[in-house]
């Protein structure tokens, strides 16, 4: 990204790519993160939000942020959204708790 920097000041449509870029890094950072503590804890280790997500988000949104300030923005809604499938990606592949949802209704 750092080499194409005055390619995407340049245009506003590449800064919006650059955003792009950055949540492609983001998934790319949060796969080796959870690879790495599979190997280290054992199979069937589970990414959390806070440490795991947060440590990919930051990474990606502040290479992100060297480029251009469209791009942090941009790179955070890219991101939120291939978290949005990977998690339901996740949730078909490997199953999850059901929701379950209960009326509070009162009993007469």
Do not use: W
Request: glycine share 10%; net charge positive.
């Amino acid at each position: 990204m750092h080499f194409f920097k005055p390619i995407i000041v340049d245009s506003p449509s590449l800064t919006i790519f650059g955003g792009f870029s950055s949540s492609v890094l983001f998934v790319f950072v949060l796969t080796a993160i959870n690879n790495l503590e599979n190997v280290l804890f054992g199979d069937g280790f589970e990414a959390n939000f806070i440490p795991e997500v947060v440590l990919a988000l930051g990474a990606a949104l502040s290479v992100a942020g060297t480029i251009h300030g469209v791009c942090v923005t941009t790179g955070f809604a890219f991101s939120a959204i291939a978290l949005y499938y990977l998690h339901s990606l996740s949730q078909k592949r490997y199953g999850g708790a059901p929701f379950v949802y209960s009326s509070m209704k009162k009993k007469k």
